[in-house]
């Protein structure tokens, strides 16, 4: 039997938290402590895993004292960057919550050393271990090309939702921060090569940073003629009316997420709700010689829909995988590094009012 996967975990917001229990719970893995610059914050989620756990205040400082196999990031985005760099130099093996960095060129740096050191490097893109999302992504795939992909995340956050949204902007954009993911999934839908986005953006509050912005939209244009739309904004005063668009149209017909629950009113700040599918709608574009539709629409609802706990679980299942196994992660890592140079190209756009060519 092998020995357990000693974690640092690093970080206790709502990802950080569901990473933790996933770690606690998975026979694989052993916390070895846990860091946050919050001793409320730490001490609450150790208590939540039955306590016991080493508690720090400095990463750094944790990294020397544990000597950890792994390291669990789930911090905000600038700090990615050094803490991921620190952790391969000590020879642990990196799960990191999206975005990969901030910008680019972090992102580059982090991919770099995850492969001059020959550690793991997994990225918290959780959509893909999402059951209903890969068959979203396999049915796009069915629907010839080009394709429209028309995607949203709109949170109309407030209490301690706002106070986190405020302090993530400190550092990124809505359409960054969440757009690697619905991006990534364009990439999948099409398969092909990004070359060009534009990027529009609006600054609705002044309770964030100056030159921030808390709304943002992108358009990608691929390669093979496929478009794609996304769009995100956080805050008290962002609607709640078609706040989550989930939908693909190609020649042969489209579909569409449909998510009564996750798109009710007062749902939109409810990050448990993201993930939610319910079930997904395929319409069929044949028609008969009459010119009506030859086929009926069809409703797809998947038994396997896990709860966001449950996506961190396989998220984690995959990282010990990757680790046991030594799963080559090359495409995994740039396809990361993929999504983020389409939403800077997006944040570029918008600042300089020009189309940017990837």
């Not at 000590?90 to 680019?104: D, R, S, T, W």
């Not at 793991?120 to 209903?132: C, E, N």
């Not at 009113?265 to 319409?283: K, M, W």
Request: aromatic share 8%; net charge negative.
């Amino acid at each position: 039997m092998q020995n357990p996967i000693r974690v640092l975990c690093v970080g206790a917001g709502h990802m950080g938290r569901s990473h933790a229990l996933a770690y606690h719970r998975i026979p694989g893995f052993e916390i070895c402590g846990i860091v946050t610059r919050s001793a409320e914050s730490r001490g609450k989620l150790n208590a939540e895993l039955g306590g016991g756990y080493a508690e720090f205040a400095d990463f750094y400082e944790a990294l020397a004292a544990t000597k950890p196999d792994a390291v669990s990031i789930s911090t905000y985005p600038d700090t990615h960057g050094p803490y991921a760099e620190a952790a391969f130099e000590a020879g642990c093996h990196v799960f990191i919550e999206k975005p990969l960095a901030e910008n680019v060129a972090a992102a580059e740096g982090i991919v770099a050393k995850a492969k001059s050191s020959g550690k793991k490097l997994v990225i918290g893109y959780i959509l893909r271990h999402h059951p209903s999302w890969i068959k979203f992504i396999e049915m796009a795939q069915t629907l010839g090309k080009p394709l429209v992909m028309r995607m949203n995340l709109n949170q109309q956050s407030f209490g301690a939702n706002w106070k986190t949204h405020q302090a993530l902007m400190s550092s990124i954009s809505p359409v960054v921060d969440c757009g690697v993911h619905y991006v990534d999934v364009m990439c999948q839908m099409t398969r092909s090569k990004p070359i060009r986005v534009s990027g529009i953006g609006a600054r609705l509050t002044d309770e964030i940073p100056e030159g921030k912005i808390n709304y943002g939209a992108l358009q990608v244009t691929f390669e093979d003629g496929s478009v794609g739309w996304y769009e995100a904004g956080w805050g008290p005063m962002m609607s709640e009316v078609a706040f989550f668009v989930k939908d693909v149209v190609g020649p042969k017909g489209c579909a569409s997420i449909v998510a009564d629950k996750a798109a009710a009113e007062g749902q939109s700040s409810n990050v448990d709700a993201h993930t939610q599918t319910q079930s997904i709608r395929l319409h069929h574009s044949q028609l008969t010689p009459e010119g009506t539709f030859a086929k009926a629409d069809e409703s797809v609802r998947l038994d396997d829909e896990p709860d966001h706990d449950g996506l961190c679980h396989r998220e984690q299942e995959y990282f010990l995988k990757a680790i046991h196994e030594d799963l080559d992660l090359t495409d995994h890592m740039e396809d990361a590094l993929s999504s983020m140079r389409i939403v800077e190209a997006a944040d570029e756009s918008f600042r300089t009012g020009k189309t940017i060519d990837l």
